[in-house]
């Protein structure tokens, strides 16, 4: 029986993430998949093809900096082959990512994907990842009320 794409997309955080069985992907990504980031700024959403080699490579990047990344799914919903995801990731900074050198730091990110499947297989995907608490926790960008504060010392 096929599975459905609330189905795939489970497989894709549990297998391929906390697993990290990345022979799955070769079932379950399209190798014409391309995948959105979204952002906020003026400029046109970042889009960029995404097959199952190239999302190995992001994914294996992130698990160098972050090894032992765990995600947990906080919320799924299910509409005909879009299936979005509400998730959180938890690991310890323990490599170079983004140039950012090692904090050792424990951090949670937290990351809405909508991923739309076709016969059985993700094709494309949007993804928001929420950053600016992620550079805050890395210690790359003032907490909150630090950055308020500096912003208001400025307007005198």
Do not use: Y
């Amino acid at each position: 029986m096929p599975m459905d794409a609330s189905e795939i997309v489970e497989r894709f955080f549990a297998e391929v993430w906390n697993r990290r069985d990345f022979a799955v992907l070769e079932d379950i990504v399209d190798h014409r998949c391309v995948t959105h980031q979204v952002r906020s700024a003026s400029d046109p959403i970042s889009t960029a093809p995404r097959g199952p080699v190239a999302l190995r490579q992001h994914i294996e990047a992130c698990l160098t900096a972050f090894p032992d990344i765990h995600v947990t799914t906080d919320l799924r919903c299910t509409c005909g082959d879009h299936v979005v995801s509400w998730v959180t990731m938890r690991g310890t900074h323990l490599a170079a990512w983004q140039g950012i050198a090692p904090t050792r730091r424990e951090v949670t990110i937290r990351t809405v994907a909508q991923h739309r499947v076709e016969a059985g297989r993700i094709v494309e995907d949007w993804v928001i990842v929420e950053t600016l608490g992620l550079f805050q926790q890395l210690g790359v960008v003032p907490p909150m009320q630090e950055l308020l504060a500096q912003h208001e010392a400025k307007k005198t």
